[in-house]
Every structure is written in structure tokens, then in C-alpha cells.
T-cell receptor, first 116, second 117 residues
Framework: AQSVTQLGSHVSVSEGALVLLRCNYS??????LFWYVQYPNQGLQLLLK??????LVKGINGFEAEFKKSETSFHLTKPSAHMSDAAEYFC??????????????FGTGTQLKVEL | GAVVSQHPSRVICKSGTSVKIECRSL??????MFWYRQFPKQSLMLMAT?????????EQGVEKDKFLINHASLTLSTLTVTSAHPEDSSFYIC?????????????FGPGTRLTVL
């Protein structure tokens, strides 16, 4: 069984400030971890993912996340927020087994607001 | 990268009618597609797993007779909402595995906004 907890349904930062969106997961198997961004009335766009190897992963638009197994966390960060970063962000987990049977389990999402 | 399309992007229908939503993988073959439902300001909830050439697997609590899924080809899955009611109004999103061997190759469609009057 897998689950994802995103702390903070709403996060507000000033433009240029650090963005930190928190994600903790629970998984009975080694996890694959993902961050997706969703703009209003649009589908999901993959920001970054952790599969194996380096625990610090870099994604698009200057975002990065670090997989910390000991803390079961996969927090998303960006050094300097931009107005265009305002969106809904979802953390998700799946198993690593091949065969197409892995389902994504999503967190409840965090709405990021960027203020001038 | 792999592209998944959905049609229509937006649909408004009267209560009691049926609505069909198409999900297509444009540049790859997808033996497995997923259908999600998203209520306003909420997360995505998996409705069903659509497998090419076989019956869909529905998540607990999802009425299979209400939400008919057909995965007739390796590039097309359809979701039909039968006898739609206002409570079926939602944002429906599909996704597809570009490579069934790799669970990190799931790509999402742009979603379909269904409004039932």
C-alpha cells in the first residue's frame, strides 16, 4: 500500500523567495516519486521524478527535489520563485515493478501562490 | 516526449444523456491507460485501469456500468459516462504508459471538463 501526504494545502511566497513544498510518502515497496504541476483547467505536467540513483533530482523550471529515505520525504524546492510558478503541485508515488501494474497515488496537492 | 490527447476538452450535456471522452496516445502505443477524476480543488482519484483488448479494472466504489471504458486499440481508450447526472460533473484526466516496462513513463492528457446540467 502507498500513500502521500502533502503538508500545507496552500503556500504563499514572495517573488524571488525560496519555494518549499513538502511531501512525505509511505510505501511497502521501493518507491518511484514524482512531482507534477497543474495549471488551471489543464492536465498534469511532470516536473521531476526520482527512480534510482542520485537522490537529488533536478527538474524543469528550476525545481529540484531530494529523496530522503530515512525521512520518507521528497520535498520540492526552487531557490527563487517566479510569478509563473503559481499553480497546483502534486506529489505522487508508485511502485517500481515493471509490467504496467503500478498505479500512481497522489497527494492532495499544494496550491502555490506567488506574490509581488 | 510522448503526447496524450483528450477529446473533447470541454463538454456540457443535459442530465440523463451519455457522454463519450476519448484518450489517445499520439506517438506511442499504450497497452495500459488510466482514467482519473478530479473534483474542484482536490486531488486526482484513480477510477479505472484500461487494458487494451481486455476488460477495464475499476477501483473500489466506481460503478462500472456508469463509467464504461473501452480500450479498443493500442492508441485509443474511451470513457463513456452513461445517464449523466449533475454529480458526475468533474474534470476527467487520462494517462498512458509509454513503455509498460517502466513505471515512470506515464504521460497525462490535458483533461476533459464535463458539466452536466
Amino acid at each position: 500500500a502507498q500513500s502521500v501526504t502533502q503538508l500545507g494545502s496552500h503556500v504563499s511566497v514572495s517573488e524571488g523567495a525560496l519555494v518549499l513544498l513538502r511531501c512525505n510518502y509511505s510505501s511497502s515497496v521501493p518507491p518511484y516519486l514524482f512531482w507534477y504541476v497543474q495549471y488551471p483547467n489543464q492536465g498534469l505536467q511532470l516536473l521531476l521524478k526520482y527512480t534510482t540513483g542520485a537522490t537529488l533530482v533536478k527538474g524543469i523550471n528550476g525545481f529540484e527535489a531530494e529523496f530522503k529515505k530515512s525521512e520518507t520525504s521528497f520535498h520540492l524546492t526552487k531557490p527563487s520563485a517566479h510569478m509563473s510558478d503559481a499553480a497546483e503541485y502534486f506529489c505522487a508515488v508508485s511502485g517500481i515493478y515493471t509490467g504496467g501494474g503500478n498505479k500512481l497515488t497522489f497527494g492532495t496537492g499544494t496550491q502555490l501562490k506567488v506574490e509581488l | 516526449g510522448a503526447v496524450v490527447s483528450q477529446h473533447p476538452s470541454r463538454v456540457i450535456c443535459k442530465s440523463g444523456t451519455s457522454v463519450k471522452i476519448e484518450c489517445r496516445s499520439l506517438d506511442f502505443q499504450a497497452t495500459t491507460m488510466f482514467w482519473y477524476r478530479q473534483f474542484p480543488k482536490q486531488s486526482l482519484m484513480l477510477m479505472a485501469t484500461s487494458n487494451e483488448g481486455s476488460k477495464a479494472t475499476y477501483e473500489q466504489g466506481v460503478e462500472k456500468d456508469k463509467f464504461l471504458i473501452n480500450h479498443a486499440s493500442l492508441t485509443l481508450s474511451t470513457l463513456t459516462v452513461t445517464s449523466a447526472h449533475p454529480e458526475d460533473s468533474s474534470f476527467y484526466i487520462c494517462s498512458a504508459f509509454a513503455d509498460r516496462g517502466f513505471p515512470d513513463t506515464q504521460y497525462f492528457g490535458p483533461g476533459t471538463r464535463l458539466t452536466v446540467l
